[in-house]
């Protein structure tokens, strides 16, 4: 563009001066007219570069997932192909789910063995709370028949002073007082029996409330309402189904798999230090660095065009969407140590910006690592941005050119 300026300029020179002789060609105008060109265009350049800031390290930068698997296990799938366009949820590579499935099934029976157990417990408790209504129903009636018995035994007792008085005295038999006195022992033996059930009914109780509280202490431990184990055996299941789900691995975006050299019969595991293959997104960002005393008048929506070396002759739209307002010399270490400064200062670091690709080019295709030029437009001395215009689109055009001998 500048030769461009020069050469139009030039041709204004040589008509006022040399074809239709309107200025006097001497020493003066010859200073001046190469004066005017060398300060017009050292300002022109100086306020190019603060108005619309240009960037020779324009970098496209997209998302890649280093792919590991969540289980171990002999890879015996791989459907897709390197360097080739996949859909988000396209099957990656599958893991032989054989000992997932067998766990699964172990599993499955050691739930059922649980949950038979429970409800033996279950069973158990009623069994041993019917008990326990049994023996305090059993010592109910014993007492009952003790105070029965005390009542009809104080009855004997006077019956037989009254006949050993009446016997004693002649006015009774001795016979009637030698049956009181049969019928009072009797009495004295059933109560001692009596008692005796009370006793075991008593026994009987206690064994029956300690088993209870036995059923009791093995039903109280419950995870959400199922017993200890069965919810152990539950949350197992669940991971073992979990884990089988995990043998199959999925595209996490669309994108496509680069360098791939998994292969059925590899062993993949689960270590996030040994990825089996990188996933490259299609989803990516444009950074361009700038120099620090570029980004003066740099603001978020400011117009922005790239011209990439992959599309010459092309311009991308887009917008500056930030500035990355920090870089790797604004950060120190956790030491313990002063700091290095070295024998020079390192040289000021640049600033990233990141431009938003517009809508026209969003669904064009940007290689990851692609570079190129680009210009920020700022809202101040517009009339002077169509001059970065056609600088940046004539660079565009140079990229056709190919300049090697072999």
Not at 227 to 248: G, I, N
Request: charged share 20%; with cysteine; glycine share 6%.
């Amino acid at each position: 563009m500048e030769v461009l300026l020069l050469g139009i300029y030039s041709a204004f020179v040589w008509m006022i001066f040399i074809k239709f002789k309107w200025l006097p060609w001497n020493t003066v105008s010859q200073t001046i007219v190469v004066i005017i060109p060398i300060v017009a265009l050292t300002a022109l350049i100086l306020t190019l570069n603060v108005v619309c800031p240009s960037s020779a390290d324009v970098r496209v930068i997209k998302y890649v997932v280093q792919v590991v698997p969540q289980v171990r296990g002999r890879v015996i799938e791989v459907p897709v192909d390197g360097n080739r366009p996949v859909k988000k949820g396209d099957v990656l590579f599958k893991i032989d789910p054989m000992p997932y499935q067998l766990q699964i099934q172990q599993l499955e029976a050691q739930l059922v063995t649980a949950e038979g157990g429970s409800r033996e417990l279950d069973e158990s408790l009623k069994g041993a709370t019917a008990k326990v209504s049994e023996a305090r129903s059993a010592i109910t009636s014993a007492n009952s028949k003790v105070r029965e018995v005390n009542a009809r035994l104080d009855l004997a007792r006077k019956r037989v002073e009254q006949n050993r008085e009446l016997a004693r005295t002649g006015a009774g038999s001795k016979f009637d007082f030698e049956r009181a006195e049969t019928d009072l022992k009797q009495l004295e033996a059933e109560l001692a029996l009596v008692q005796s059930q009370i006793a075991q009914s008593i026994a009987v109780e206690a064994s029956a409330r300690a088993g209870e509280g036995q059923v009791r202490q093995k039903l109280g431990a419950r995870v959400n309402g199922d017993l200890a184990q069965v919810a152990q055996y539950k949350a197992q299941l669940a991971q073992a189904k979990w884990d089988l789900s995990q043998t199959t691995v999925y595209a996490p975006a669309s994108g496509s798999v680069i360098n791939l050299q998994l292969r059925p019969g590899s062993f993949a595991t689960a270590l996030g230090a040994l990825p089996v293959m990188s996933f490259v997104e299609e989803e990516y960002q444009v950074l361009a660095l700038f120099n620090q005393n570029e980004l003066t008048k740099v603001e978020p929506g400011n117009e922005a065009e790239i011209a990439l070396e992959t599309y010459p002759g092309r311009i991308v739209k887009g917008k500056v969407d930030s500035i990355v307002w920090a870089q790797g010399q604004g950060q120190m270490p956790l030491s313990g140590t002063l700091p290095q400064t070295g024998a020079a200062a390192l040289p000021p670091g640049r600033y990233a910006v990141k431009i938003d690709i517009a809508e026209r080019d969003r669904k064009l295709f940007l290689a990851a690592g692609a570079t190129g030029h680009a210009a920020i437009y700022t809202d101040h001395v517009e009339a002077i941005h169509i001059i970065r215009k056609v600088v940046l689109r004539v660079g565009s055009y140079v990229n056709y050119l190919i300049l090697k001998l072999h």
